[in-house]
């Protein structure tokens, strides 16, 4: 990613190491839980005077990684190990950094339900993030989640969910005020989302047929 003529790296060193907890020092940050097989490390490049300048790094991390112009979050599944007992067993814990031209900062984290497609199901709009997601804890379904960062927490401050009931996401796109899903089990269902209020998004449109099932 390119910010103000800066490239911004994350890249992924995988060694053991386990924690339970976030706590920042000397550039360095925990991740909230799980088992942690990696280090996630964010690396500003100034192409005018060359080699690394800034970097920030997460011990716990990796995932799939969204950039805008101000921000760079890292959506990470969190999968429940057999030995421990949690409420839910699908978890992706969402990680959002600070860009400058000068530096990168661990700003904020969250987590939501289920699990993400790409980066295409991630998007920033007004200072809301959107996340598309997939859970099967009850049942397969879709969701939406809109969070706003709240000091060093992203909070959930909408939410659609149950979308799609059955399938699991096969395409998200994120434009405007608008979020388009489609889904898949033997059709293509394509779902237009009204994300205009952040805090009550809601169908605008359910279930267009993409493609028939074959006879």
């Known amino acids: 990613f390119r910010v103000a003529g800066v490239f911004i790296l994350a890249a992924w060193t995988a060694f053991p190491y386990q924690t339970t907890s976030l706590a920042a020092a000397l550039g360095l940050a925990l991740a909230r839980a799980g088992l942690a097989t990696y280090m996630l490390t964010v690396v500003l490049l100034n192409i005018g ?85 997939t859970s099967s804890d009850e049942y397969l379904a879709n969701n939406v989640f809109v969070m706003e960062q709240r000091g060093d927490d992203l909070n959930i401050v909408g939410s659609l969910t149950d979308i799609g009931v059955t399938e699991r996401l096969y395409s998200a796109r994120f434009i405007g005020d608008r979020g388009y899903l489609v889904t898949f089990r033997q059709v293509d269902p394509l779902f237009t989302l009204d994300l205009s209020d952040p805090h009550a998004p809601r169908l605008a449109e359910a279930g267009m047929t993409l493609r028939r099932e074959l006879p």
């Open 49 to 133: 005077v060359g080699g690394p300048g800034a970097s920030t790094s997460i011990l716990g991390v990796d995932g799939t990684v969204y950039a805008s112009a101000d921000s760079l979050y890292v959506v990470a599944h969190s999968w429940s190990l057999p030995w421990m007992r949690r409420a839910s067993a699908e978890m992706s814990n969402v990680y959002k950094f600070g860009l400058e031209p000068d530096g990168v900062t661990m700003e904020a984290a969250g987590a939501v339900p289920g699990w993400v497609l790409n980066q295409f199901s991630l998007d920033e709009e007004d200072g809301f993030f959107r996340v598309a997601t």
